[in-house]
C-alpha cells in the first residue's frame, strides 16, 4: 500500500503507472501454490528464443 501511495504522492501519469497493475495478483494471492506448470514455463523460453531464430533464419535478417 505505501508504494501505492507513493506513486499517487508523486502523480506520475507516464508509463509507471503499469506498474500499479502488478499489485492486482498480489492483492487476489490466496496463499495457495498454483499448478505446476513448471516445466512448461522453462520450456517456453529456449523455445520461443528457437522459433524466432528459424524465422529470422528463414526470412534472411
Known sequence: ?????????????????FGLLGFIPVLLYNGK???????????FY??????IWIIKTLIGL
Open 33 to 43: 501454490r498454483g499448478k505446476g506448470l513448471k516445466w512448461l514455463f522453462y520450456t
Open 1 to 17: 500500500m505505501a508504494a501505492i501511495a507513493y506513486h499517487v504522492a508523486m502523480r506520475n501519469m507516464g508509463i509507471y503507472w
Open 46 to 51: 529456449p523455445g520461443h528464443l528457437l522459433l
